[in-house]
């Protein structure tokens, strides 16, 4: 998805181009390894809610605590921190939707944390000993708090800690206080360690959505080709065999397909070379597919395609198209090129009996092996 789609409405496009950029940077991994997961990155940040639950807690004493000093200040400020942390909450609720909810989690952080710079600012400069205090404690919390929900998105990790603390590091130098300002001096320092203590925990959450990611693909695909592995035929026959004996639809029709010759290439140039054609073929067969069917490898050299509401005679068209996508040369890494063939059997799915339709299939191949290859549907 793109996060210039996002930007819908009524602004004015240029507008919504500026903003789209805007969002986009700020959703952007720290690394060109983690590119493409945004969509999931976003996501972890929504499980902060009871932590800025917490954190309003927190500002609205420290607030109560700088009433004692500026009592026609503190009313607004109260109100505003309790506006911004209710808008970062629904943010972060929204973060479950991912990229499309990228706007609102940008807007609301950057929010959220303006008042609590705004209210630890105005607090040190009091120069009252127990406030700033307990606005160097917010300042802190603050930013490692930050670091942990917004992991997934560094760059509003940052950004969000300099709102907060730069105001209030500028702040210390004009309190009043004697060596106040030294929280100056030392406050980049400390800033420089929240922020690789920031790109730490996003690569630490970001290799964690890669691995899941890997694992889940892994899970229902085949490693070698791409395509999908037994498992992940299988879940798509059922599927698709379901939705037609449930509305009544044209049954699902399976192909099985079986390489001749593939041991030769195997025996005679090496296991390499034989996974070699196998992702060629594979990657022939799904162009030839296109949209119209789900295919997947199930052993060695054997794949099977499922064609919802598919036709014999559609089938048929297929398989033969399939079969002079295999006869075509395949040239192996070394420059030499190999020819296979395949042979194809195919059956109807009924409804919850997929294993009987590929055993059908499976015995129709085989009785077209012997017949010297081809296809075979009935």
Known sequence: MRLERLMEGGAPSAERSALARWVAWFSRPDDKRYAGLEDDLI????????????????LLLQVGLYAFVQPLASLPLALSGVLAAGGRMLGMRAARSGLAAA????????VWAAVVGLACALGILTGHIVLTTV?????????????????????????QVAIVAVPFLVASAFTGVPGMEVLFVLGPI?????????????????????????????????????????????????TLSRKAGGAGEALPFLLYLDLDGFKGVNDGFGHACGDH????????????????????RVGGDEFVIVLPGGSHAGAAELAERLIARAREPVVLPGGS?????VTIGGASVLPGRTDEALALADARLY???????????A
């Open 103 to 110: 706007p609102m989690v940008v807007g609301t952080g950057l």
């Open 43 to 58: 996501r972890t940040t929504g499980g902060g809610v009871p932590v800025v639950v917490f954190g309003c807690v927190c």
């Open 337 to 341: 090129s190999v020819r296979v063939g």
């Open 277 to 296: 054609v196998l992702k060629v073929l594979a990657g022939r067969f799904v162009e030839d597919l296109g949209e119209a069917g789900c295919i997947g």
């Open 367 to 377: 009785d077209g092996k012997r017949r010297g290859g081809g296809v075979c549907l």
């Open 135 to 159: 606005c160097a404690l917010t300042v802190t919390g603050f930013a490692f708090t930050s670091v942990y929900n917004n992991a997934g998105m560094p760059r509003l990790a940052r950004v």
């Open 190 to 238: 400390w800033m420089i360690g929240v922020m690789h203590l920031t790109g730490r925990s996003h690569d630490a959450v970001a290799t964690l959505v890669l691995t899941r990611n890997q694992n889940r693909f892994l899970a229902s695909n085949d490693e070698l080709t791409g395509i999908a592995n037994r498992a992940g035929i299988l879940d798509a026959i059922e």
